[in-house]
């Protein structure tokens, strides 16, 4: 309980170096310890597949936080390869630990790429050669949440998790936070989209996206660690 408040501080802090510093000289150490720490809790909490996601994620971080640092296409490309393969490998344990499927699972990440592409017209997105890998992402990061969102309800209704011995009130414990993750993490993606690819006109505005990007995507992380 204490590593969790030590995170939760040291997430906090983050936020406000990367809204209130000047050149953010100490972003990315910042955010590499803050990463670290989420890898450290999985791998205290349980080693399963989700710890190759979470290393994945931290990988992410590292080239994204370069990205913003230096703003070189070769980091944000790296970033989101990181981070697809993550979503996969997140994805592969939820069907884990509860296999069933049914075409909805496929049908909405679909539509979310439809939305993301009319978002890109709309809003005048500016992702030049990554739109398609942009695109491919949405469809996982949207797969991943409609399946966590699918297990909590699951679990409300008191179907059991698969790998689970526990009992059914602490499935749905399980299914919820399973659940809450998958929609923060999804929040945390769609609020990048324009963090990096919308000129904001209002200096302000960007930082509070940026701040609800590192606030719902580090509450994800330590969720997903603590599974």
Known sequence: ????????????GLI?????EPGKKHYVPYKMLCSALFVILGLYYDISLSIAGLALCFGGDLFMGLYNKHRKKKFIG????????????FLVYLFT????????????PFLMC???LVLIGFCHLHLGKLRYAVLI?????????VKAVH??????????????????YADIYIGIRIGIAGILFWLSDFSLLFYYFYHFRNKNVEKLVQGFN????????MLLAML
């Open 151 to 168: 297990i909590m309800i699951s679990c409300i209704m008191q179907k059991r998790l698969q790998l689970t011995a526990s009992t059914s």
């Open 16 to 20: 406000l170096v990367a809204m209130f």
């Open 114 to 116: 439809l939305l993301v």
């Open 1 to 12: 309980m204490h590593f969790i408040l030590v995170y939760l501080i040291l997430v906090s």
């Open 78 to 89: 790296l970033g989101i390869f990181l981070f697809l393969l993550a979503h996969i490998v």
């Open 137 to 145: 992402y949405s469809f996982f990061v949207s797969a991943f949440m």
């Open 214 to 221: 590192l606030a719902t995507y580090y509450v994800a992380m």
């Open 97 to 108: 630990l509860y296999p069933d499927f049914d075409y909805i699972q496929v049908i909405i």
